[in-house]
């Protein structure tokens, strides 16, 4: 019985695009947002994360070629 009420359609395609768009800003209206103090320090932090990260990333970018192209090429 479940299977048919979802095989039966619920009306045309723009009918069913209008009610996602109204339970769009339904939900929408429920999101607590973020003060902009709230929202500068969140963008600080993960800005500031994203940068240690890629300094990161890149040391272990250097220290690799070094240890595999260099070394290797050391050896022969």
């Not at 039966?8 to 069913?16: A, C, D, E, L």
């Not at 500068?40 to 070629?65: E, N, P, S, Y």
Request: proline share 3%; net charge positive; hydrophobic share 55%.
């Amino acid at each position: 019985m479940a299977t048919e009420a979802l095989a039966t359609p619920r009306g045309s395609w723009v009918g069913r695009t209008v009610d996602f768009f109204r339970d769009v800003r339904a939900e929408v209206r429920k999101v607590t947002w973020p003060t902009w103090e709230e929202l500068k320090k969140a963008t600080t932090v993960i800005v500031i994360f994203v940068a240690v990260l890629g300094l990161v990333i890149g040391w272990m970018d250097w220290l690799l070629q070094q240890i595999f192209v260099v070394g290797v090429a050391k050896l022969f």
